[in-house]
């Protein structure tokens, strides 16, 4: 089955500090995977995506995420954070071996990012 | 280019009584995609629509429905509401669904049960 841990419901970061945010997942083939912010009263952004290819993907507003096939991670990141990247983020998967699961994302719980002043 | 509309914004509903939430994709998209999001349970996928036939559905009960009309807008339909409806129905759309394809998600529309 397919399955997303976000291991950290908060991280706190000062402003000009690297974040990270963690992501592990568990597919039965080869994953596609993704990450999402959730502003307050707002829907999902799409940030970044690993399909193939580069293990570092880079993304919207700074962000970048590095896949590591062998501890089944892939961790969001951001050399210098910004107070305006304080968001809940979400880690989703899709397992590109079962056809019967297109269109559908399987998402962690989400990390609720806080960068202070 | 617009992005993913979802009307209402916000739904008060008694108990018993039945609603039906609205969600036109980005022009072009043909897949659409319906979550519900609440504290407890997080994201939660309800169902896929492409081409006016459901492709995937999640685990919920029969109480919620949906269809996906030919211009590829979308609606979701509770019946018989629940205290536990309570939440936020997120629609996404995309070009066909395709696995390396990113969902893109409406503002949502936020349905309370009293």
């Known amino acids: 089955a397919q399955s997303v841990a976000q291991p950290e419901d908060q991280v706190n970061v000062a402003e000009g500090n690297p974040l990270t945010v963690k992501c592990t997942y568990s597919?039965?083939?080869?994953?596609?995977l993704f990450w999402y912010v959730q502003y307050p009263n707002r829907g999902l952004q799409f940030l970044l995506k690993?399909?193939?290819?580069?293990?570092l993907v880079k993304g919207s507003y700074g962000f970048e995420a590095e896949f590591n096939k062998s501890q089944t991670s892939f961790h969001l990141k951001k050399p210098s954070a910004l107070v305006s990247d304080s968001a809940l983020y979400f880690c989703?998967?899709?397992?590109?071996?079962?056809?019967?699961?297109?269109?559908?994302?399987?998402f962690g719980r989400g990390t609720q990012l806080t960068v202070w002043p | 280019k617009a992005g993913v509309t979802q009307t209402p914004r916000y739904l008060i509903k008694t108990r018993g009584q039945q609603v039906t939430l609205s969600c036109s994709p980005i022009?072009?998209?043909?897949?659409v995609s319906w979550y519900q999001q609440t504290p407890g349970q997080g994201l939660q996928f309800l169902f896929e629509?492409?081409?006016?036939?459901?492709?995937n559905k999640g685990n919920f009960p029969g109480r919620f429905s949906g269809r996906q009309f030919s211009n590829s807008r979308s609606e979701m339909n509770v019946s018989t509401l629940e205290l536990g409806d309570s939440a936020l129905y997120l629609c996404?759309?995309?070009?066909?669904?395709?696995?390396?394809?990113?969902?893109?998600f409406g503002d949502g529309t936020r349905l309370s049960i009293l």
């Open positions: 022009s072009g998209h043909r897949s």
């Open positions: 996404a759309s995309s070009l066909t669904g395709a696995g390396n394809q990113p969902q893109h």
């Open positions: 989703a998967v899709r397992d590109v071996n079962r056809g019967s699961t297109l269109g559908r994302l399987y």
């Open positions: 629509y492409f081409s006016e036939t459901q492709r």
């Open positions: 690993y399909i193939t290819g580069d293990n």
């Open positions: 597919v039965s083939g080869n994953p596609y």
